[in-house]
């Protein structure tokens, strides 16, 4: 089974709200991702943890917080967002981090972020 | 870095036609090569990879790619093209590891019928 499953599907927030992205493998996967898409543009990195700890933050802003609470899960913390981070949240995880080459990411189905 | 050219925004073929999306990279040593799909609101499948070994690799759905090292290229094919496939199509490089991709601008395949 290579699915990775996202939560919600769908959300729209405030500017002043504070919410949170779902993200879950039981692939036993070690690395996990977290991807920003504009429309009609390829996927941005935005996070990757590698064994549970933060190995890449692509100069993210700080209204995105990302956890790793354990191997299967990624949260993805949102507060003060503005409209501008309106897109689609992808995670993925692959089977090793960054330190092994050559391993594919699968991609969950998304979070379609609306922030108003 | 890496880098990854697709240099067709838009492809339109006719179903049952064949089709080769066309993908090219820049990067040193050899890469890490993916192709995925993605439908519209929907997450990226994967249809194929190359790491070594066989230059023309087979993947999910009918589609194979071919890597050609001397044209620093991975085109991607399918010999008769079906209405499912109508999708936006992104190759992608990883470099050193596969943790990091960097993924082209994407082609978009329109499909009649």
């Known amino acids: 089974d290579t699915e990775v499953t996202q939560t919600p599907k769908h959300l729209v927030m405030g500017m002043t709200n504070k919410k949170s992205l779902k993200c879950e493998q039981h692939?036993?996967?070690?690395?996990m991702y977290w991807y920003k898409q504009k429309a009609k543009k390829p996927p941005e990195l935005m996070f990757v943890?590698?064994?549970?700890?933060?190995?890449i933050n692509e100069s993210v802003p700080s209204r995105f917080s990302p956890e790793c609470p354990n191997s299967s899960l990624l949260n993805l913390h949102l507060h003060a967002l503005q409209p501008e981070d309106s897109a689609l949240y992808l995670c993925?995880?692959?089977?090793?981090?960054?330190?092994?080459?050559?391993?594919?990411?699968?991609f969950g189905p998304g979070t379609r972020l609306t922030v108003t | 870095a890496q880098s990854v050219t697709q240099p067709d925004i838009h492809i339109t073929v006719s179903e049952g036609a064949s089709l080769e999306l066309r993908c090219n990279y820049s990067?040193?040593?050899?890469?890490?090569l993916f192709w995925y799909v993605q439908s519209p609101g929907q997450g990226l499948q994967l249809l194929l990879k190359?790491?070594?070994?066989?230059?023309l690799v087979q993947g999910i759905k009918g589609f194979e790619a071919e890597f050609k090292r001397s044209q620093s290229s991975f085109n991607l094919r399918k010999p008769s093209v079906h209405w499912s496939d109508a999708a936006e199509y992104f190759c992608?490089?990883?470099?050193?590891?596969?943790?990091?991709?960097?993924f082209g601008t994407g082609t978009r395949l329109q499909v009649t019928l």
């Open positions: 190359y790491f070594s070994g066989d230059t």
């Open positions: 990067y040193g040593a050899t890469p890490y």
């Open positions: 993925a995880s692959s089977q090793e981090g960054i330190r092994a080459g050559g391993y594919e990411q699968y």
């Open positions: 692939m036993g996967h070690r690395a």
């Open positions: 992608a490089v990883g470099a050193g590891t596969a943790s990091k991709l960097t």
């Open positions: 943890y590698s064994y549970e700890k933060l190995s």
